[in-house]
C-alpha cells in the first residue's frame, strides 16, 4: 500500500498548476468484522477503504476535499484529476487564510509494525468458547490500519499497524447488561476468558431486583471505562487545549487560574504507548510524551499547528480539536482484591452512558449509571440499581473528592467504528470519590 500512496502522490504532483502546493493525509483499514449474538457467531464480513483528504494551496488561500480509492491506480487516476480539478475551480473563490500553515521539512518518516494477531478463524472458536453459557452480543474488528502524510514539497510519512478490537454486551434482559471492551495488537484469549468470567458474574446479579437510588450524594467507584468516558468528555470540550484555554472557554479555566486537583492526579499524552500515529492530520511530528496534569496541577496543553500560528507558540502536532489521542493516568495504591472494602457503603459503576458537559465553568458532566451499576453495603455487592442520572464538578471529583486509585491500570481501547476503525486509546486505574452526586 506504501508504494501505491508514493503513486498517488506523484500523480497529484503532476497534476499541479503554477504556484499550486498540496498536503494530502490518508485514512486506510483493511479491516476483518465479525458480528457475534446469542454467544454465536452470525456474520463475517470484511472492510477495505481508502480515503483521501487532500489541502490544495496558492499562495495563502487553501481548499480541502477528500475522495475514496480503490487503491489502484488504473483505477484511481480519474478520481484524483476530477479531485484537482474541483478544488482548483473552488481556490480563486476563497478568501485568505491568515493561519494557513504546512510542514516545510523535506523528510521521510516510517513507523511500522507487524501483525502480531491470529487469523480471524482462529480467533472466533476461543470467542465462542470464552462465551459458552451466556448471553452475548457485538463485533470483533480486527486488522490492519494505516496513516500517511505527504506534501507537494517533498515531506512523506508512514504508520501501519495491526489492531484488534472486541466489544460485547452480556444481556439479561433490557438493560440488565454489563459491556465489555478488549483491544490492542495482542490477542489474548486468557485475558478474554477473565472478563467474560467477570462479567458473567455481574451479570447474573442483575437478575436481582434494582434499587432505586434517591438523589443525593455516594461514596462510588468508577471504572477505567468511566474515567476514559469522562476525561474524553471533557477532551472534546477543551480542557487541554491552548485554542480553549486562550477564547476563555476550557472546562478547566479555574484550574489554570490557581486551582489544583488531587496530588494523586497525573495525566499525560503518550505517544510512547503505539496506539496512534507519531504525528497529527496535518503532518506535525507529536512529542513522544508530554505531561498535561503533574500530581494535580496544569503542566502542559496541546496545540495544534492553526493554533500555534494564531497564538504565535510552537505546536505540539496536535489535531484541530487539541484533544489527547492516547494517554494515562498515574496508578494509586488501592488494590483492586480490596475496592468494596474500600467503598464500604456507595455505589460500584462500571460504565457511564451519555455524557455530556452540563457546566464549562466548574467542568461538571452529567450521565447515566446504565449497565453495570451496583449498590455496595458493608463492603460487598448487594444488589442492582436502577439507571440513575449523576451531575457533577470533575474538578471536585478529582480533586478534594477523590480518594484514590486503583493499583492496576487497564487499557480501554478507542473503539470508534463510525467511518473508519480509531485509533488510539487510554490506560487508566479506577477510582473512588466521595460524594458523587446522584440528580434523579
Known amino acids: 500500500m506504501q508504494a501505491w500512496f508514493h503513486e498517488v502522490v506523484s500523480y497529484l504532483t503532476e497534476l499541479l498548476e503554477d504556484g499550486q502546493t498540496f498536503t494530502c493525509r490518508l485514512e486506510a483499514e483493511d479491516t476483518e468484522s465479525v458480528r457475534v449474538s446469542a454467544g454465536l ?89 470464552a462465551a459458552r453459557g451466556v448471553e452475548i452480543v457485538g463485533h470483533y474488528l480486527a486488522g490492519r490500519v494505516v496513516e500517511g502524510f505527504a506534501t507537494s514539497l517533498g515531506m512523506s510519512r508512514w504508520y501501519e499497524t495491526y489492531t484488534y478490537d472486541l466489544e460485547v454486551s452480556l444481556c439479561l434482559e433490557g438493560d440488565r447488561a454489563v459491556k465489555v471492551f478488549l483491544g490492542g495488537t495482542r490477542w489474548d484469549a486468557e485475558a478474554l476468558r477473565r472478563r467474560l468470567a467477570k462479567a458473567a458474574a455481574q451479570a447474573a446479579r442483575l437478575g436481582q431486583d434494582r434499587v432505586r437510588l434517591e438523589p443525593g450524594r455516594y461514596r462510588a467507584y468508577i471504572a477505567p471505562v468511566g474515567w476514559k468516558m469522562v476525561l474524553r468528555t471533557l477532551g472534546f470540550r477543551g480542557a487541554f487545549s491552548y485554542r480553549a484555554l486562550k477564547s476563555g472557554t476550557s472546562p478547566f479555566k479555574a484550574l489554570h487560574e490557581g486551582g ?79 475496592l468494596e472494602k474500600s467503598i464500604g457503603d456507595g455505589l460500584w459503576l462500571d460504565y457511564l452512558h451519555y455524557l455530556s458537559l452540563s457546566d464549562r465553568k466548574s467542568a461538571s458532566v452529567t450521565g447515566l449509571t446504565r449497565f453495570a451499576a451496583f449498590r455496595i453495603r458493608e463492603g460487598q455487592i448487594a444488589e442492582p440499581v436502577e439507571v440513575a442520572r449523576f451531575d457533577d464538578s470533575v474538578l471536585e471529583l478529582l480533586g478534594e473528592r477523590l480518594v484514590g486509585f486503583t493499583r492496576e491500570r487497564h487499557r480501554v481501547p478507542e473503539g470508534r467504528s463510525y467511518g473508519r476503525r480509531s485509533l488510539g486509546g487510554a490506560l487508566l486505574p479506577g477510582a473512588i470519590v466521595e460524594g458523587l452526586r446522584i440528580v434523579s
Open 41 to 129: 457467531i452470525r456474520q463475517c464480513g470484511s472492510i477495505a477503504q481508502r480515503l483521501l483528504r487532500v489541502q490544495l494551496i496558492h499562495d495563502d488561500r487553501q481548499v480541502t476535499g477528500s475522495v475514496q480509492l480503490s487503491g489502484q491506480m488504473t483505477q484511481d487516476r480519474f478520481p484524483l484529476r476530477q479531485l484537482h480539478v474541483e478544488l482548483s475551480a473552488r481556490l480563486d473563490r476563497v478568501p485568505p487564510d491568515p493561519h494557513l500553515v504546512i510542514p516545510l521539512t523535506v523528510e521521510s518518516t516510517e513507523d511500522r509494525e507487524e501483525s502480531r494477531l491470529p487469523a480471524v478463524a482462529e480467533v472466533l472458536p476461543e470467542i465462542v468458547e
Open 260 to 338: 489544583q486537583l488531587s496530588p494523586a492526579f497525573t495525566l499525560l499524552e503518550n505517544n510512547r504507548l503505539g496506539w496512534n500515529a507519531p504525528f497529527g492530520t496535518e503532518g506535525f511530528r507529536r512529542p513522544a510524551q508530554q505531561l498535561l496534569i503533574d500530581r494535580g496541577r496544569p503542566r502542559g496543553m496541546l496545540v495544534a499547528p492553526r493554533t500555534g500560528v494564531e497564538f504565535g507558540v510552537p505546536n505540539t502536532g496536535s489535531d484541530a480539536l487539541e484533544t489527547p489521542a492516547s494517554f494515562e493516568v498515574a496508578a494509586g495504591a488501592i488494590p483492586e482484591s480490596e
